[in-house]
């Protein structure tokens, strides 16, 4: 692709107190670029000015420059002023010890190409040992905002419009990892999501020795590179105070991510919609657990049932018994071909509350502030259905979001322990997908009703609740899964498998119907990456890379594919897809 638009991009590189050995490496990877328009500025003290290793730096090319201010004060507050000294039209903040793939700079002057809004674009990363082995490949999805407000996955190769920094570099004296974050913070505030690029290549490398200890690269693909700190967690809650967001800002499940603690709405009523078939064995421990161990304070539970379960005497009872509870009422249809998707529909209809949950009755409240949780995240601006982490009766991960694949869409983390941080730490995030399971979802009534609920014509059984979610994407709105709101699953067991020929011809129906709508976002979900295995469940590395849908058809000057890259060899034993 050849580039009309041409952009020059300012790299800055802070050095405080020394002058790293490994300087020279990055200065050579930057010098190495196959996109000729850029200016590395080394910002350091003026007592390093005669130091050999930046002497040989300057020898490289006249596009270095070395910016020595008077008064080095902390790097955080230079922050402004080297934006000002910078001259490109684009800058990004490099470590001093790290390194650039040859094709980094064209890849995002490419992409700026593409997509001329663009005011932020970043990249996926990787690892560098000291004896030259990439590994612990980062692939990150699109823009996702709760993930990003869950950890700073930006990462360290990502390109700012440096008109747009002079406005938002920040104010306070953070230590520069921590000085970032409060600059993507202020970044990203108010910018539409169609201004942030992602590029799913690799195109940064970070030095190993200078990040997560082994112990900390051995839980996952370097949840410790995206850590929170103390530092960070008040950068956070200045951020959310300064923008007079009412929201408390602490460390998440297991120490690997923020949360942010958001207030419920005005008016937080929740009408908890349940079709059921009367499996006692299951609905009693599922409304028994809502009734008792649910904190949220308002809270209204409708049964929908067929009639025929006032026949059976033991149904019967139970029913009588539960309505007189002024919590739940039992809603009474006549006999007719189940249709999860009417059945949630009417449901609805007959409810008032500003808030809805779509919840099985084969689900066990685990977590007290489930609710609360999820009716707080729902009523945030531009959030459209909200999910939770469900559990299989064992404890191993049901249900942690939904990626979309070539088959409809699957489980993240499906199977995983209980206790799994899972890729970049998701599983203690609050982060979005492009979906959620209707066996729990909390949604606005209005955003219900603005999407025409749950397609009761197309989709009766399959696909209903993950075809709402995109509808709810289509209109502009993102979905969100929360680990604070976490229930069992014994899943399925409301509808039954799909296992006779009736159910399999449905299936299929259902599925063409749904692979007709979202066909492109089944190959491409922009909230997974296609570096990913869209097989398994559990964010494995797949070979070759799906082409984005965005890019078919032009060069690739990246052609790693992430197989080889994990393995830091050649390899044609990866999973094909």
């Known amino acids: 692709m050849s580039l009309k638009s041409i952009h020059t991009f300012s790299l800055l590189v802070f050095i405080a107190d020394r002058v790293p050995s490994r300087l020279l490496r990055l200065v050579e990877s930057v010098h190495s670029q196959i996109y000729p328009h850029w200016e590395l500025v080394i910002i350091a003290p003026s007592a390093f000015q005669k130091s050999q290793i930046l002497d040989k730096c300057l020898q490289k090319d006249d596009r270095i420059r070395v910016f020595s201010p008077k008064d080095l004060g902390t790097v955080y507050s230079l922050l402004p002023l080297s934006v000002e000294y910078a001259r490109g039209d684009?800058?990004?903040?490099?470590?001093?010890?790290?390194?650039?793939?040859?094709?980094?700079?064209y890849e995002m002057a490419r992409e700026l190409e593409r997509s001329p809004s663009l005011k932020l674009v970043y990249s996926d990363e990787d690892f560098v040992d000291e004896s030259g082995n990439r590994c612990c490949p980062v692939f990150k999805p699109d823009w996702s905002p709760e993930l990003f407000l869950s950890k700073n996955y930006l990462g360290d190769l990502t390109i700012y419009q440096r008109k747009r920094l002079l406005d938002v570099s920040g104010s306070e004296n953070w230590r520069p990892s921590a000085a970032r974050f409060d600059v993507n913070l202020g970044f990203v505030r108010g910018l539409d999501p169609s201004q942030i690029g992602h590029i799913p290549k690799i195109l940064y490398h970070s030095n190993l020795s200078m990040k997560p200890t082994g112990r900390a690269l051995a839980k996952g693909p370097c949840p410790g590179k995206f850590q929170p700190t103390?530092?960070?967690?008040?950068?956070?809650q200045a951020h959310l105070d300064r923008n007079r967001i009412p929201a408390d800002a602490e460390f998440g499940a297991g120490g690997s991510s923020y949360r942010i603690r958001y207030p419920l709405p005005?008016?937080?009523?929740?009408?908890?919609i349940m079709p059921s078939a009367c499996k006692l064995h299951l609905l009693k421990p599922c409304v028994d657990s809502l009734l008792s161990r649910t904190s949220s304070p308002d809270f209204e539970i409708f049964l929908v049932v067929n009639e025929i379960r006032y026949a059976v005497p033991e149904q019967a009872e139970y029913l009588h018994g539960i309505?007189?509870?002024?919590?739940?009422?039992?809603?009474?249809?006549?006999?007719?071909?189940?249709?999860?998707?009417?059945?949630?529909?009417?449901?609805?209809?007959?409810?008032?509350?500003?808030?809805?949950?779509?919840?099985?009755?084969?689900?066990?409240?685990?977590?007290?502030?489930w609710l609360s949780e999820m009716v707080s995240l729902a009523g945030r601006e531009?959030?459209?259905?909200?999910?939770?982490?469900?559990?299989?009766?064992?404890?191993?991960?049901?249900?942690?979001?939904?990626?979309?694949?070539?088959?409809?869409?699957?489980?993240?983390?499906?199977?995983?322990?209980?206790?799994?941080?899972?890729?970049?730490?998701?599983?203690?995030?609050?982060?979005?997908?492009s979906a959620v399971t209707g066996a729990c979802l909390v949604v606005r009534r209005d955003l219900y009703e603005r999407v025409g609920g749950l397609d009761e014509e197309a989709f009766p059984v399959a696909f209903n609740?993950?075809?709402?979610?995109?509808?709810?994407?289509?209109?502009?709105?993102?979905?969100?899964?929360t680990p604070y709101a976490e229930l069992i699953h014994k899943e399925s067991v409301t509808r039954g498998l799909d296992d006779t020929p009736e159910k399999e011809e449905r299936f299929q129906k259902e599925f063409?119907?749904?692979?007709?709508?979202?066909?492109?976002?089944?190959?491409?979900?922009?909230?997974?990456n296609p570096n990913l295995s869209v097989i398994s469940e559990d964010f494995s590395l797949t070979f070759p890379p799906r082409k984005r849908a965005s890019c078919l058809g032009t060069n690739d000057f990246s052609g790693e594919s992430a197989e080889r890259i994990h393995n830091n060899k050649d390899s044609n034993s990866g999973r094909q897809e």
């Open 230 to 236: 103390v530092e960070g967690l008040k950068i956070l």
């Open 323 to 369: 309505g007189a509870d002024p919590r739940v009422k039992v809603l009474v249809y006549g006999d007719q071909p189940f249709n999860y998707a009417k059945l949630n529909n009417w449901g609805v209809n007959q409810t008032d509350s500003p808030f809805l949950c779509l919840l099985n009755d084969d689900t066990e409240v685990v977590s007290p502030g």
């Open 465 to 481: 609740d993950i075809d709402f979610c995109l509808k709810l994407i289509d209109l502009g709105y993102r979905n969100v899964w």
């Open 382 to 433: 531009g959030v459209g259905a909200v999910g939770a982490k469900l559990h299989y009766p064992n404890g191993r991960i049901q249900h942690g979001g939904v990626v979309l694949g070539r088959k409809g869409g699957f489980h993240a983390f499906r199977f995983f322990p209980s206790d799994a941080e899972g890729y970049m730490g998701r599983l203690y995030s609050v982060c979005n997908y």
């Open 512 to 528: 063409e119907i749904f692979k007709g709508r979202w066909e492109i976002m089944m190959e491409d979900d922009p909230l997974y």
């Open 266 to 272: 005005a008016n937080p009523k929740v009408s908890i």
């Open 90 to 105: 684009y800058l990004g903040f490099l470590g001093s010890e790290d390194c650039l793939s040859e094709s980094a700079l």
